[in-house]
């Protein structure tokens, strides 16, 4: 995020990090990503090291309430060192996992509604959302994504249904427009109005989701564990290596969840067959490209209905949500 969390001060993250006996020399709060927050360190030992701090209430896909977003967010980080530490065993090294506190902690409270969780800072080039992978990134990716699928899943890892959690706040959104929304900001109305404009669309698009989530559902497909969010901006390039940043969406679910994400054309998905024994499914790959944009719209109204500013985190959300509810009505 560019803007720096409400209520949390670089001395909190200091503090903090005795938790992993970790004594900064450096601390560096770094405006990447969006979500969640972070910083760079260096401490005492020459250690450096890359520390998250996630909004809980913003966490809403593991359950309702900062308590429940705690344990899924627990879970997930518990699972991504369980999946790191099999690769020990033999495995390619490609999960960048947190560490554990002195405590075997892989994630801890911070504050009321925070959480911090520290990972290694890996050499490499990072990539960037939005960008398009190119042929020599996506076969290592799909070959990484299938030993991934392939992998028994450790028993912190949840099971996850098509649905998205947010869907009652789209809900709500879309049966709130004949109202004025201007008591939360300066992007609220302009949000409005999209969706006023669009509301057929959005509703089709909703059935459509349904539709697909009854005939997955329907169809027994065995789930594996998938990363969730393998877009190019969760990848790091360490020369020929490609690792995986970015585990908190971990979880059982279809291999599409994870190659919608990757895979380009019929070539792509032939090589993931050949590799797991697996034909991909077109509607299940269907259904999580279109749970994505859903999810997203949702997660942008939730912060464009809340009190905000002309921030740029705000104005990054008002922008990503006009261009993902225009996409869905020029899809055909």
Do not use: C
Request: charged content about 25%; overall charge negative; aromatic content about 8%.
């Amino acid at each position: 995020m560019e803007e720096r969390p409400a209520g949390i001060q670089d001395s909190d993250v200091r503090d903090a990090l005795r938790a992993w006996e970790i004594d900064p020399v450096t601390l560096e709060y770094a405006p990447v990503g969006f979500g969640d927050y972070h910083w760079t360190v260096t401490d005492t030992r020459d250690g450096n090291w890359f520390v998250t701090v996630a909004d809980l209430t913003h966490k809403s896909w593991y359950g309702d309430g900062t308590e429940a977003a705690f344990r899924g967010l627990r879970d997930a980080m518990d699972t991504a060192v369980a999946l790191r530490d099999a690769e020990r065993g033999g495995r390619p090294d490609f999960v960048v996992a947190p560490v554990r506190t002195a405590e075997g902690e892989s994630v801890r409270g911070l504050g009321a509604g925070h959480a911090v969780s520290v990972f290694p800072l890996m050499p490499g080039t990072a990539g960037h959302f939005g960008e398009t992978l190119t042929p020599h990134d996506r076969g290592p990716v799909l070959d990484l994504l299938a030993e991934l699928h392939r992998t028994s899943p450790p028993p912190t890892a949840r099971a996850l249904p098509p649905e998205f959690a947010t869907r009652p706040q789209l809900d709500r959104a879309l049966g709130e427009l004949g109202n004025p929304w201007d008591g939360f900001g300066p992007y609220a109305e302009p949000a409005r109005h999209l969706l006023a404009d669009h509301t057929a669309v959005l509703r089709r698009r909703l059935g459509e989701f349904d539709r697909r989530a009854r005939e997955l559902r329907a169809s027994g497909a065995p789930p594996v564990v998938t990363h969730g969010e393998p877009h190019p901006g969760n990848l790091l390039r360490a020369g020929e290596r490609r690792l995986l940043l970015d585990w908190d969406t971990v979880g059982l679910a279809v291999p599409e969840r994870d190659l919608w994400l990757v895979a380009d054309g019929p070539d792509d998905l032939a090589r993931y067959e050949e590799s797991t024994g697996r034909k991909p499914d077109p509607s299940a790959l269907a259904l999580y490209r279109l749970r994505w944009a859903l999810n997203d719209i949702a997660e942008f109204l939730t912060l464009l209905r809340t009190p905000h500013g002309p921030t740029p985190d705000a104005q990054q959300s008002w922008k990503a949500l006009a261009e993902t509810v225009r996409s869905l009505a020029t899809e055909v």
